[in-house]
């Protein structure tokens, strides 16, 4: 994953993750299946509270692998510490339509549905649609 080296000149901090680097290096197109989940371990290590970083890995990474529960799921995590639980509930409303027999994914979407929903019945709807 040369893209994402650090230049040589660099003090050793992650300030070669720049938001337009970034978005630079995941929209080329070059990156496969183990460079994405290097690429996303690094901004989790590197700005584990920066959600505008971690949504622009995710987001592109779930375009391009929309079956890979595990990151449906890492990412509404991101979203309930750092953003709100809504937030999260919309993760797991794509999760759902990419990945819907996805087991682990509907058993964690429950569970925040049911802290997330007031209305009983709209957890009870969340439970009908799951498999």
Request: glycine share 4%; net charge negative.
């Amino acid at each position: 994953m040369k893209a994402m080296s650090p230049p040589a000149e660099s003090d050793g901090s992650a300030d070669f993750l720049d938001n337009d680097r970034l978005e630079e290096t995941l929209s080329s197109g070059e990156l496969d299946f183990d460079d994405w989940t290097l690429l996303i371990s690094e901004i989790e290590t590197s700005f584990p509270d920066d959600i505008e970083k971690l949504c622009l890995v995710y987001d592109a990474f779930l375009l391009e692998f929309p079956l890979c529960h595990g990151y449906w799921r890492k990412y509404a995590y991101h979203k309930i510490k750092l953003c709100t639980l809504e937030d999260a509930v919309e993760v797991f409303e794509r999760a759902v339509q990419a990945a819907t027999y996805s087991l682990p994914v509907w058993l964690d979407y429950c569970a925040i549905g049911v802290a997330a929903f007031e209305d009983p019945h709209d957890v009870s709807r969340l439970f009908e649609r799951g498999p």
